[in-house]
């Protein structure tokens, strides 16, 4: 980007300004962003800001720091046990998933889907003082927004069937205040 013509903050300034001028209040950006999303619309002037001000950051330091992604090292924590466990048992749970749809070709099945199915058994196993309703409600909320029309049906038929039959099989334990009993 550097040349003899131009700096890093010139060029930093180009950007903000496509930024600003060409992404903020485009109607067309924002049609295209709510027909993927409609909570996009609420995010749109939050990452534009964003950028800028990381562009100014970078413009002044010279250098790009990266945010942290997590606000609390409990929630790091949380997302790395449930992500680890999920790979650990991804195999012994996509067959949970592949056995209750006996009549399914698995190939047929959406792979989101299915990661969203053993990253909610995960939970519903490890994460003992989590509800068992809390755990099926969030991820067919997260099949919303990242797989198909239909998938939340998918998602919460086959999590509910499947932690139904673990927690009656004893396989599922819960511990904590409302979920003992």
């Known amino acids: 980007m550097e040349n003899s013509s131009r700096s890093l903050e010139e060029d930093i300034n180009l950007v ?3 930024y600003e001028q060409e992404l903020e209040d485009n109607q067309l950006l924002e049609d ?7 909570l996009w619309m609420d995010d ?5 800001n964003t950028i800028t001000k990381n562009l100014d ?27 680890t466990q999920s790979f650990i048992k991804s195999q012994e ?8 749809v006996s009549n399914w070709d698995s190939d047929r099945l959406v792979a989101t889907d299915i990661a969203l199915i053993v990253q909610g058994i995960t939970e519903a196993v490890y994460f003992e003082t989590i509800p ?16 198909t029309p239909n998938s939340k049906v ?10 139904g039959q673990m927690n009656k099989d004893g396989k599922i334990v819960k511990s904590g205040r409302g979920l003992v009993g």
């Open 16 to 18: 903000k300004t496509i």
């Open 32 to 38: 295209i962003l709510e027909d993927s999303s409609i």
């Open 44 to 48: 749109l002037a939050y990452v534009i």
């Open 57 to 83: 950051t970078i413009a002044k330091k010279k250098f790009v720091t990266v945010p942290s992604t997590f606000l609390k090292e409990e929630d790091r924590q949380f997302a790395l046990r449930l992500l």
């Open 93 to 100: 749970y996509s067959q949970l998933v592949y056995d209750s």
């Open 132 to 147: 068992l309703k809390v755990t099926i409600n969030e991820y067919v909320e997260i099949s919303k927004y990242y797989s």
């Open 154 to 163: 998918f998602v919460n038929g086959l999590l509910d069937k499947i932690i």
